[in-house]
């Protein structure tokens, strides 16, 4: 008995002990308190670690536990599928030591039980569906917190008909379908996690209801959130960015709420689709995703106090009506701000919109789009949404986008709108007037009419739109007239299913699509248009039937001039169609389109191209210059082509049956010729026998096989004609200030124009096609243009031109480089000429013009050498005081102010180069120099020891000194005066080094450039730069001498090294 006590007393001893050892090892794990409390609660198990009786399975311990107990698992990685069926708690010692790693199969952990807590673990390695790495199943109040649960084949942690469980603090990323999925579980809390990462969606609830998830981060998953058939949750401060989808809400999943998060450079930011009702987002913050947000067959939805930045789509509702959109700042998103597609009945109001707009789009009866939209600005101006209004006038208020619903006899005019969705959207609206308006760099297009008839717009600019300049949609009847539409992004005016409608006068160029797009367009009318520059087509038709093109003008267009596809009973006649890309006019699968009396020319494939086309007629046209064809004609039959004059390398390919001429019929010809017949052909060597203007051999005619079956039997014969003089210039109504552009219009039948001869009419001439002229009287003056061609013959065109003289707006006393001559201090004995020089605040310089000229000494006794006319001749005297100079013209005078002193040294410097020398004592650098010489822009210096120059500007790197006897290169910008005070150098000693040499002359008394040429010794030639004409006079023997004054630089080239000291 005794010693089976001292046994037990050992055995006792020893428990504690291990008991003891365990929890300071514990106590690396956990914090005392939580020590205690668990102990509390129940036992502690513990799994790994070197205690004697700790488990070595995770499963064991708990297949050991009772509810309540508390299992604490040390560093390591535990190759198991845990089964938790108890009401246990299980704690890692550290998350990133402590992993339970499923081995690619089956559950890591599973949990069938309530009031399970699981923390501090990194869970991976779950298996395939429908595996996770935390299964949660039929299981309520259970809690996930601290882990890492990464890199599962399936599910992160998936909740089956579970409820109030909380998942908080963890780490959910890498998994390979769901990082959280939520089935048939409600009431449960996810919190303050980050899930990232994971290859389907961030956190997934199917069929689940008033779940709560908060202060989350979610990136870089398929979708952020999604709820499928689940209501009435919470989604909070979170931060959702770089997913597909940020939000989605689908298939009935209402009532939710969304609030505070941050929701980012996703796809889609938010998305509620189909049938997903009441939901409520407010307070967000939503940017840099591809849609903002974006409701679909969704509504009765509420958006409110959000900022919606720098999305490709601000928020879309399609098909969704009876939504709400408040209080929301909507900007910088880079195609729409707000747009509506068959939706109905919306309420947009106290919104903000900066650089965005509201677009309604699609929609097909009223009811789209009529909406309750107020109190809403477009960059600080209001947004105007009328509805249900007639007999309203517009002109020339502040407005950030119109758009009518349903309004008739509207006045537009005068109004600029840019940088929002659309400028102005009118549907189901018709007899409305736009005119005057700028409409440019709006998102969407410039303007966009829907169901909307006889409405006009004319005289506006619409530009830099981001689609169409105007896009009409289901519009009839309606006229768009002397319009400037360039440079949209998309087409200049597209024709969407529209009818009737009247395009004329407009200028259309620089659009990155086509010029006129008509899709699914009948009989409209497109005429007088200028329509070039155009990154596609100048005008196209698709699917278009009974359309009239007429005397336009469509060229240097990137792809076809005009393009015709699947259309027929189309006309174009009296066009200009040249200088295209691709072809002239292309015909792809087109019946009965009628070409006529057309010029088509020098376009960068074929005149007219057919493809797949017949029964077309084209006549009347000239076909010349084109770079392959005049004609091709491939897999196109009986179509009619006559009376066209073809002009080409080659003018024909036909691999069909066409017709070429008609029979022979009195009537005037395309060349002038009596009789109608087949065509001109410049390649055609027949003869005319009888001089009916036909040809009577080599018949028929087929451009030397390449048209392969008949041809012209009947070709045309062409006489020699006279090339046509025309021109044009621009500004219409020029100053004498203008530059003029003559633009050469002339046209040569049957060849081309090689010479042109301008007469200006002020005994000026040029021989350039398209020359500039600028006049300096204002007169009328007969401009004659003499166009020659390569046949001799020529034409002439005399215009009168108006040149006015703009007015004048002050006078300034100038030098004659028309520079303003300042106050200046001036030495005596001073000599330049002053000029007046009347100016236009527009224009600037007009003309030199006749002033009253006076001069008001005070104590000087300067002069002028006359009281009337354009220039005078100033001379400062020979006393030191003040002298005013003063000129007056038609009442506007100028004066300055001239300080005269003996004790200075004055320059007059010449615009461009001056070679001086400072005959005066002085510490000059040349920086210094430089920044006391007004108009100054260099100053160069000569090393004659390197023979290079010194330079200086400023921002140099080089100052150099300004040294007595040495020379200086000084560049002006205008002409200018420059003083210093006259201390006389003396003596200089300049060593002269073998070629040239860089000196100046400082002494009172002039020389000449032989006398220094002859006192210099070895020297060879003498330069002087001469300021007034640009130029170098030069002295060797035998040439005519020039005298060297003080100030002047002077260049020399001596043979041999010597010092000069001022000897010449």
Known sequence: MKTKRVDIFLLVLLSLIIAGFATVNIKNGLNAWQVEALQMRGNILYVGGIGANNYTNIQDAIDDATDGDTIFVYSGIYYENVVINKRITLIGENKETTIIDGSNTGNVIKITTDGVNVEVFGIHNGGDWPDAGIKINNANNVTISNCNIYSNNYYGIWLSYSSTNSISNCNIYSNNYYGIELYYSSTNSISNCNIYSNNYDGIGLDYSSTNTISNCNISNNHDGIWLSSSSNNTISNCNISNNDLGIGLDYSSNNNIVSNCNISNNWGGIELLYSSNNNIVSNCNISNNDLGI???????????????SNNYDGIGLDYSSNNTISNCNIYSNGNDGIWLYYSSNNTISYCNFINDGIIILGGETLSHFIHNIYNNTVNEKPLLYYKNENNIVLDGIEAGEIILANCSNFEIRNINISNTDVGIEIAFSSNTSISNCNIYSNNYDGIYLSYSSSNNISNCNIYSNNYDGIYLSYSSSNNISNCNIYSNNYDGIELYYSSSNNISNCNIYSNNYDGIELYYSSSNNISNCNIYSNNYDGIWLYYSFNNSISNCNIYSNNWDGIDMDYSSNNTVIGCNVYSNNDNGIELYSLLNEQISNCNIYSNGNDGVNAYNSSNNNITNCSIYNNSYYGIYLYNSSNNLIYNNYFNNTNNAYDECNNIWNISKTSGTNVIGGPYLGGNYWSDYNGSDADGDGIGDINLPYNCSGNIQHGGDWLPLIEPNYAPVANFSYTPLNPTTADIINFTDLSNDLDGFITNWTWNFGDGNYSYQQNPTHQYSDDEIYNVTLIVTDDDGANDTISKNITVIKPATDYILITFSTKNEIFDYNISTNFSFIAHASAFNNTYGFIEFVDANWSILNYDSN?????????????????????????????GYTD???????SSLFSFFLYKGWNLITLPCENSYNASSLFNDIKECSIILGWNASTGDFNLYVPGSPYDFVIENGHGYFVGMSYDSIFSLVDIPVENVSVPLYTGWNMLGWFKENETTASSLYNAIENCSIVLKWNSSLQNFDLYAPGTPDFAIKRGDGFLIAVDEQSIWHGEG
């Open 294 to 308: 974006v409701l679909w067959y969704s509504s009765t939805n509420s958006i409110s106090n959000c900022n919606i």
């Open 862 to 890: 300067t002069s002028i050498n006359t009281t009337q006319g354009k220039s005078i001749l100033f001379n400062s005297g020979w006393n030191d005081g003040t002298a005013i100079l003063q000129a007056e013209y038609n």
């Open 895 to 901: 004066s300055v102010v001239f300080v005269i002193n």
